[in-house]
C-alpha cells in the first residue's frame, strides 16, 4: 500500500516566493496532518484536519502560512510570502480517524530552504 | 496535555537491549501512550501503543506500571539499523487534541 506522499522533496527559492507544499495522505485516512521540523524547535504540529475541515490551526506560525484540503486525497501547506526563517523539513502525516490514540503514518517531507 | 519527560540520548552496543523510559506524571485517564521512531531524513513511524500493562508487537515491548506515570520503550537486540530517535507521546482519543513531540531520545548503536 502507497504510503502518504509529499511533493517535492526538496525546494530552494528565494525570500518572498510563494511555496506551495503538496500531500496525499493514506486512502481511507479521515485526519491530516501538517508538521514542521527545525533543530532549535524540534517537531511541532501546525495544523491538523478532520474529514477535510481545518480542525486546531493554532499551530501556524503567522498569517503568511495556509493550508488547505479540497478533498480527501490532496492537501496543500503554502507559504506567501516565503521568509528565510521558514526553512525547515515539513511533514504530512494521516490517521484512520481522529484521536490520540490513532497512529500517524508520515510522508518523508519536504525539505524546505529559503535562500 | 501531559508533559513528557525522557533522555536526551542513549548508547548501547549491538545485540543489547535497550530500554528507554519516558516520565507522564500529569497523564490523564484516557491518554494513551504511544512511541514513534524517527531516521534521519524520514518521518517519525509508529513503533507501539499501550494504556497499560505490557505491550509487545514485533519491534518492541512497552511496559506500563501500573500509576501509567512512566513508560519504558524495551528494543531487543539492537542492531546498528536502530540509531534512531524515539519520541514517547501522550495523549488520549478526546476531539480538539493536539499533538505534542517532545525532544525525544537519541539512540545510538555501536558495533
Known amino acids: 500500500d502507497a504510503g502518504v506522499i509529499q511533493s517535492p522533496r526538496h525546494e530552494v527559492t528565494e525570500m518572498g516566493q510563494e511555496v506551495t507544499l503538496r500531500c496525499k495522505p493514506i486512502?481511507?485516512?479521515?485526519?491530516l496532518f501538517w508538521y514542521r521540523q527545525t533543530m532549535m524547535r524540534g517537531l511541532e504540529l501546525l495544523i491538523y484536519f478532520n474529514n477535510n475541515v481545518p480542525i486546531d490551526d493554532s499551530g501556524m506560525p503567522e498569517d503568511r502560512f495556509s493550508a488547505k484540503m479540497p478533498n480527501a486525497s490532496f492537501s496543500t501547506l503554502k507559504i506567501q510570502p516565503s521568509e528565510p526563517r521558514d526553512s525547515a523539513v515539513y511533514f504530512c502525516?494521516?490517521?484512520?480517524?481522529?484521536?490520540?490514540?490513532?497512529?500517524?503514518?508520515f510522508g518523508d517531507g519536504t525539505r524546505l530552504s529559503i535562500l | 496535555l501531559a508533559k513528557t519527560t525522557q533522555p536526551i540520548s542513549m548508547d548501547s552496543y549491538e545485540g543489547q537491549e535497550v530500554n528507554i523510559t519516558c516520565s507522564h506524571n500529569n497523564i490523564a485517564t484516557n491518554d494513551y501512550i504511544t512511541w514513534y521512531q524517527q531516521f534521519p531524513s524520514q518521518g517519525p513511524r509508529f513503533i507501539i501503543q499501550g494504556y497499560k500493562t505490557k505491550v509487545t508487537n514485533e519491534v518492541a515491548s512497552l511496559f506500563i506500571p501500573a500509576d501509567r506515570k512512566s513508560s519504558t520503550l524495551s528494543l531487543p537486540r539492537v542492531s546498528l539499523s536502530d540509531t534512531a530517535v524515539y519520541y514517547c507521546l501522550v495523549g488520549g482519543n478526546t476531539g480538539g487534541f493536539k499533538t505534542i513531540f517532545g525532544a525525544g531520545t537519541r539512540l545510538f548503536v555501536k558495533a
Open positions: 486512502s481511507g485516512h479521515n485526519s
Open positions: 502525516a494521516s490517521s484512520y480517524r481522529e484521536g490520540r490514540d490513532q497512529p500517524q503514518h
